[in-house]
């Protein structure tokens, strides 16, 4: 990272906590969607950046998440941010349970399955499976999250559980990039073969990507579940898994901050081009285009190498 | 003259891997290019052959520059190239993979001569003509690519590592039909590892280093050249 | 050392210092209707190193392809250290202490040279997701141990100044090199190389000989295919040589040289380059 | 509450009501599938030559549709030429106009990311997918567009008791045909053998003399030639179209490529023809709403027995 | 590069600005679908709200104030609704109008209610939208329950004894097809078939097999209308002779033109027509809009938010105060026998429109829409 992105990168983390002091509601809002999908997309990355493997079904795991926490919430009334590791776990599960049988499936065989799989998802929620998704209405009436008593209503409230949940992602996920299995996701998504020659399980690594990658979607479904109020199926949708692939790719697979800045771009771009009206969709297809063709590595791509040479340096001295 | 290459730089992005490199390839000639890996040796190739664009320089064929010219239209020109890897159509048949040399070509009667030539420089490919090439040996797919180049009946044939992964039987064999190749009238450009079996084979030699050359002679001279028994034939050879 | 002519059966425990670190024992393996490897049985002693040599199509990379998991064999036996490998996947095998090297170089070409030889340490370490997450103590000093190894092959293989460069930017002997540290790094027993010296020239071959030989002297294992026969024939105290998938020849480097059969299959007549 | 015993389901003149009815879903099954099939070509052509999934291909198959309905109109060619003639004529406009736009796309949203990750390409796709399909919304306004009712000859065959529109078994018999006519044009022709090798390997393909550029360009006018087709006759068929509906078909067409093995022409047919087949059968005996349930559970089920598809080559890795 | 994407992010961060300025104005929001799949009504709402808007402006507008209308896209999906109802809660609207799709409006709801501002929605008839005690919320639109209890007398009336029920599995289909369903059943009508199609498709003649094997009287189809006009078209195809009765999404003169000649015979329930409005108001309105835009509204539900406007309209008139809490109070109280489009309107304390709005319409030989008596 060189010193200027460093500094606006510095200018962002500083200023992003203060943003609802100057934003109005609608554009808190926005900052809260783009950060529910920046939180997608970080999962999503783990999948299809760092362990190359293309899931274009992501948002079956978001619903399994938001679900599991709305059932919860409704039926059983368990406070709905006490199912956030409950509904991580749905789903973390279940994309275990649906990636085993076909792990070993290459490339474009993968990206129809999962499509298949996040459709499969949909029209079970859309007939009411097991007669608790509430058909094509979804579930309503989910509580309002409560934090030490506080009641998060408002979107300047939201904006700091959804941010603050980015935040530790980032954290959390930056560690991971660095670490034995962060590594072994990038062995199995340079050459399989390698990496399994070199010792490393790599359908064990491939399905945990899945559970992993799986299982915080769960979680920013929870969030979505406990912002919205009311879920149903349209809201996980072929065109969602869509948006987040291309919030990956756009941004750069496998970059942690690239995936943040697109997730800026594809979810605020459409709300610039409001005032446009009926051509937003219009300008903003163009605009992915223009952007894929100008920066094809992505905007901001993974940057390597990732172990400093003072690091090197530092391990040799015992 | 058949085919010189003058002052040739090439670049990959920002790195310059050719700083001026001039050859000549004489009528009936077998050159062979020798050095290190990573010294130019297929980029050269590649450029000739128009799969890469000269960042400087100029490559003449039979005294017209072709380094403009894309890869396409050099076939039909009479360059034609057995690439490194060998790069066979291996869901395609041994005859689809022969059939596609001799794509520029329009002749058909003549292409059917030069058809019964090849199989009779290889006569295993005669047998394997309905098998899917990707089947062949290490062995049979080198003949195959030597083959389906010359289908082209080029002029200048560019050959890279034709020996790579190969017993040394069929390094014998292969050495051999090259020149039988050459004795038929077809000029050979040869770029090898097996540096001791290229000097013996071909007339001239050069010699690469880091994007340039740094040696140019008889190839028996350089098989005598001490610098180049220890740089590239490995001092003394075992078994002498 | 006797030399064992091929007849299909089993191989008699040859007399030496090591034990039979590798035996193959009758291994077949046939795709569709082709015999790639046809009751083949060898065995590799321990300390030693062995080169497997036969005709391009020989079922040369097959055998190896089924000694590190990749294949299924039809039919025999594979016993690592007396205990048999069928079956297993191949992470289990490297576990087991076997590392191989691949006949086209599979790195991860955008990686750093320190991280593709740490791919070899992984299985050794223990650290998790949440390990990883939470980059404990235990996990960390795990990080620098592994670190540290993979420095110590870097060097070995003479890359330490090449650490941080990517897999796809070093020279092809450099990419070749760097194979071999990652599979050291796994601390194999048993080192397996595919075609080490395949689009190397003479001067390259010569310092890969020394660099066999120092693997060897760590006491690792090696079993090598090979088509440069200065190096097999240099590097080698036992050759196997394979034709058509069946074994044809195994002896030492001059009982093969001299073997009428091999002259006639592989190596050629006339002059020796 | 049903009051009488009387079964549901009245017997009809046939001998078998079960038998017909398996029989009719068996030709509506195979009259989507068709379409899907020809739909599916065109993702597998680019495919197999570029390794890209071109997204935007089923918004080309909603142009065919929409240059159709326009052309049919303001050119008013069946009152000129009459019914065949103007059809045909009609198809052949569609065909080179898809196809150039085809070749358009191309050029602006796939060659610059030639060399780039696949991914990328895939991406811009995703983008030209909604730039066209807004810029048809804005041109002709998202109410649903009609084609004109008196055009196609409205004959129903009436075959062992099955109802057959006839149009249905020409769009079937029209659809065959073009394929077996690509499959023989790739199979057989000079040009086809060069389309295979650039498939294979592009840089061995310039070296045998074939210009790649013009391969590539090639497919894109073939594939959405093809798709622009399929559009236009389901435009004349179904006589409603709307700006979505390529997303609708291109996905199923994308599916039907993939069973069938993605890449490979006479997969991306026998894929198309399944994946109707199962829809219509899917429909009929399991349920309706779970129709497209379904179609994936056997797609995915076929894929764990055959990774590669149905007739897709099994790339053993070469190690 | 970099540089030209962080002016990007700056041009984002600005654009999304633009608060509320100076109230010399009365704004009213109009929330519609714009884009996406429902993008024909969401525009046919635009074009009537705002023809209702430049005429009550001409008339002086409201409070004496010009009225301004702003629109907001929701896309037809509830996330981007949420993003849309956010807007205009910033934008200082005095009420809000629309949307269409029960869902979608669903997600925009709370987001009104707790800034205080009246929502009168079009095409939105899911009975739980009302249901939930929100005081800011009206619709034009009736209810689904309503509705089905019209389909099964209809049905009943008609003389079926057997009838099949298809229905598209969303929110809205679903929830009329349960209705009828269940009320059926209590009035001992068989209900021989009971399933849902998959929407945006051409062909349907695999269902339409299947419907006929279950041999019913009559098919009750509560999806929209594209899938309708493609039924009755297939259906025709076949040589099946069976009548179709559809909900109210398939009022659309749409249907007719993907359905021709086979559309003839069709029933369908719904408020009435835009050509049926019998008022000399809404003859002349419609003929404004005629002159305007060169055709009809697209359907009731575009007419059903030119009422909503007129209705917020009337309400901040009545209350004389653009505060939301008075000008609602005014609708759910004071208002009555409001000269709507669509008819006389009146709110009742959930926000419901008060009164029967549902007529019987049949389609005949010439594909015109002709209003059944009652």
Known sequence: MNRLTL?????????????????????????????????????LNLILGEAGLFDMGHAAFYAMGAYTAAILNTHYQIPILWTLPLSGLAAGAFALLVARPVIHLRGDYLMIVTIGVGEIVRIALVNDVFGITGGANGIFGISRPKLFGWVIRRPEEFFYLIWGFVALTIFLFLRLKQSRFGRALNYLREDEVAAEGSGIDTDAYKLAAFGLGAAWAGMAGTLFAAKMTIISPESFSFWESVMLFMIVILGGAGSVLGVLLAAFLVIGLPELFRELAGARMLVFGLVMMVMMVVRPQGLWPAQTPRISLAALTGARKP | MLLEVEDLHVRYGNVEALHGINLQVRQGEIVTILGANGAGKTTTLHAISGLLRPAQGEIRFESRPIHKLPAHRLVGMGIAQAPEGRRIFGTLTVRENLDLGAFTRTDQVQVAETLQWIYQLFPVLAQRREQLAGTLSGGEQQMLAIGRALMARPR??????????????????????????????????????????????????????????VLEDRADALLANPEVRNAYLGGQAAGE | METLVADGMSPARVPTEGMSLLVLRDLTKRFGGL??????????????????????????????????????????????????????????????????????????????????????CHYRMRSGIVGGMLRLPAQRREEREALDRALQELEFVGLQSQ??????????????????????????????????????????????????????????????????????????????????????????????????????????????? | MPASGISPISPIHSASPLVEEFLQQLTNGLAVGGIYALIALGYTMVYGVLKLINFAHGDLFTYGAYLGLTLLTSLALTDRLGFALGVLVLVLMVMGLVAVLGAILERAAYRPLRESPRLSAVVSALGASIFLQNTLMLIYGARFQVYPDDILPTATLNVLGLYVPLMRVLIVLASVGMMVALYLFIQKTRIGAAIRAAAIDQ????????????????????????????????????GQVNFTMGWVYGMKAFTAAILGGIGNIPGAMVGGLLLGVIEALGAAYVSIAWKDAIAFVVLILILIVRPTGLLGERVADKI | ?????????????????????????????????????????????????????????????????????????????????????????????AAVVGTYGSSVTEASQAI????????????????????????????????????????????EKLGFKKVAILHDSTSYAKGLADEANALLKKKGVEVVFFDALTPKESDYTAILTKLKGANPDVVLFTGYYPEAGLLLKQKKGMNWNVPFIGGDATNNADLVKIAGKAAEGFYFLSPPQPQDLDTPDAKAFLADYQKKYNELPPSIWAVLAGDGFRVAVAGIEGAKSADGAKSAGYLHKDLKNFPGLSGSIAFDAKGDREGEVYRLYKVDADGNFVMQKK
């Open chain 4, 203 to 238: 840089g061995a393909a310039r070296l045998m003399g074939i210009d790649v550029n013009r391969v590539i360009l090639l497919v894109f006018l073939l594939g959405p030639a093809l798709g622009g087709v399929a559009g236009l006759m389901v435009g004349l068929y179904y």
């Open chain 1, 7 to 43: 500094s606006v990168v510095a200018l962002v983390v500083a200023v992003l906590p203060f943003a609802p002091l100057f934003l109005n509601t609608y554009q808190v809002d926005v900052l809260n969607s783009i950060g529910l999908y920046a939180l997608l997309a970080l999962s």
């Open chain 5, 1 to 93: 590069m970099k540089k030209s994407l962080l002016a990007m992010v700056a041009a984002l961060s600005l654009g999304l600005g633009g608060g509320a300025q100076a109230a010399d104005t009365v704004k009213i929001g109009l929330m519609a679908p714009l884009t996406g799949s429902w993008a024909s009504e969401g525009q046919g709402m635009k074009k009537i709200v705002e023809l209702l808007a430049e005429q009550q402006n001409a008339k002086g507008g409201v409070l004496g104030k010009p009225i301004e209308v702003i629109v907001e896209d929701d896309g037809g999906d509830p996330r981007t609704a949420s993003l849309a109802a956010q807007r205009l809660t910033t934008k200082g609207v």
């Open chain 3, 163 to 273: 650490a941080a460069v990517l897999a796809k930017n070093l020279a092809y002997g450099d990419q070749r090199r760097l194979e071999i540290a990652r599979a050291l790094a796994t601390q194999p027993r048993l080192l397996i190389l595919d075609e080490p010296a395949g689009g190397m020239n003479e001067q390259e071959t010569e310092a890969l000989i020394g660099l066999i030989a120092q693997i060897r002297a760590r006491g690792v294992t090696i079993l090598l295919i090979e088509h440069d026969m200065r190096l097999v024939m240099r590097a080698c105290e036992k050759l196997v040589v394979l034709e058509y998938g069946g074994k044809i020849a195994e002896g030492t480097p001059d009982q093969i040289r001299r073997d009428p059969r091999v002259i006639e299959a592989y190596l050629g007549a006339g002059d020796d380059d």
């Open chain 5, 112 to 155: 009104y209610d707790e800034a205080g501002i009246p929502q009168i929605a079009n095409g939105s008839t899911a009975i739980r939208l009302t249901e939930k005690g929100y005081q800011k919320f009206f619709r034009t639109a009736p209810r689904d329950d309503e509705q089905g209890r019209m389909a099964a007398q209809t049905i």
């Open chain 2, 156 to 213: 200048v044939l560019l050959l890279d590592e034709p020996s790579l992964g190969l017993a040394p039987l069929l390094v014998k064999t292969i050495f051999q039909t090259l020149w039988e190749i050459n004795e038929a009238g077809v000029t050979i450009v040869l770029v090898e590892q097996n540096a001791r079996a290229a000097l013996k084979l071909a007339h001239r030699g050069y010699v690469m280093e880091v994007g340039r050359i």
């Open chain 3, 35 to 120: 015999t790639a490897v046809n009751a083949v049985s060898f065995a590799v002693e321990e300390g030693s190193v062995v080169g497997l040599i036969g005709p391009n199509g020989a079922g040369k990379t097959t055998v190896f392809n089924l000694i590190t998991g990749h294949y299924r064999p039809d039919h025999g036996q594979i016993l690592f250290d007396d205990r048999p490998l069928a079956g297993l996947r191949t992470h289990r095998i490297i576990a087991r202490g076997i590392a191989r090297t691949f006949q086209n170089i599979r790195l991860f070409q955008r990686l750093t040279a320190i991280e593709n030889v740490l791919a070899g």
